[in-house]
């Protein structure tokens, strides 16, 4: 079957520091891989996204690479903002759905 | 570009009564709409899809009855919760897929609680 296991949350940081928020995934056939943000009070938004093996889908200066050996698309960045702060999730889409299948979200708060 | 308005972001209800949600695409038609929920420290599960002018498809586990889901128009979408409970409290989100657009855009999601 289908599934995303996400690192728990919640994540603190201060600001710059770098971020890891690891992301594997079960899935028949090959899917794509997602990360979506939810800023508060707004609606979920694609932040990247990959649609095969070695792909890097990158946006904002977040990167995710698809790693088909690890089943992994980890979550980066180099150097975060207080901006930044809100809860991500990592998400797959199999090749032939439209459904999609999400890790439980991780909650990240950045303080200056 | 292409948004989903979703109403209303939280409510709080007595057991046994019903909850509306609605979800709107604003400035484009939305065949399809995805009802997901989540429970606390879980993932977003996939409920039903809806299908404007037809019935919704809901998954495994998923009561139809209590889930009521109308796809009445091409830009609006209503979840009702019937005879709400306090295991019927968490996060409920919609999303619709843009057409012409290989991507999904979701709602801002509703927090229920049943009290």
């Given at each position: 079957?289908?599934?995303?296991?996400?690192?728990?949350?919640?994540?603190?940081?201060?600001?710059?520091?770098?971020?890891?928020?690891?992301?594997?995934?079960?899935?028949t056939?090959?899917?794509?891989l997602?990360?979506?943000?939810?800023?508060?009070?707004?609606?979920?938004?694609?932040?990247?996204?990959?649609?095969?093996?070695?792909?890097?889908?990158?946006?904002?200066?977040?990167e995710?690479?698809?790693?088909?050996?690890?089943?992994?698309?980890?979550?980066?960045?180099?150097?975060?903002?207080v901006?930044?702060?809100?809860?991500?999730?990592?998400?797959?889409s199999?090749?032939?759905?439209?459904?999609?299948?999400?890790?439980?979200?991780?909650?990240?708060?950045?303080?200056? | 570009?292409?948004?989903?308005?979703?109403?209303?972001?939280?409510?709080?209800?007595?057991?046994?009564?019903?909850?509306?949600?609605?979800?709107?695409?604003?400035?484009?038609?939305?065949?399809t709409?995805?009802?997901?929920?989540?429970?606390?420290?879980?993932?977003?599960?996939?409920?039903?899809?809806?299908?404007?002018?037809?019935?919704?498809t809901?998954?495994?586990?998923?009561?139809?009855?209590?889930?009521?889901?109308?796809?009445?128009?091409?830009?609006l979408s209503?979840?009702?919760?019937?005879?709400?409970?306090?295991?019927?409290?968490?996060?409920?989100?919609?999303?619709?897929?843009?057409?012409?657009?290989?991507?999904?855009?979701f709602?801002?999601?509703?927090?229920?609680?049943v009290?």
């Open positions: 079957g289908n599934s995303v296991t996400q690192m728990e949350g919640p994540v603190t940081l201060s600001e710059e520091a770098f971020l890891t928020i690891n992301c594997t995934y079960t899935a056939g090959y899917p794509s997602f990360w979506y943000v939810q800023y508060p009070g707004e609606g979920l938004q694609l932040l990247l996204k990959a649609t095969k093996a070695d792909d890097k889908g990158s946006n904002k200066g977040f995710a690479t698809y790693r088909k050996e690890t089943t992994s698309f980890h979550l980066e960045k180099g150097s975060v903002q901006s930044d702060s809100a809860v991500y999730f990592c998400a797959l199999p090749f032939d759905g439209n459904q999609f299948y999400f890790g439980t979200g991780t909650s990240l708060t950045v303080i200056p | 570009g292409a948004v989903v308005s979703q109403h209303p972001s939280r409510v709080i209800c007595k057991s046994g009564t019903s909850v509306k949600i609605e979800c709107r695409s604003l400035d484009f038609q939305a065949t709409m995805f009802w997901y929920r989540q429970f606390p420290k879980q993932s977003l599960m996939l409920m039903a899809t809806s299908n404007e002018g037809s019935k919704a809901y998954e495994q586990g998923v009561e139809k009855d209590k889930f009521l889901i109308n796809h009445a128009s091409l830009t209503t979840l009702t919760v019937t005879s709400a409970h306090p295991e019927d409290s968490s996060f409920y989100i919609c999303s619709a897929r843009v057409p012409r657009v290989l991507g999904y855009t709602g801002s999601g509703t927090r229920l609680t009290v």
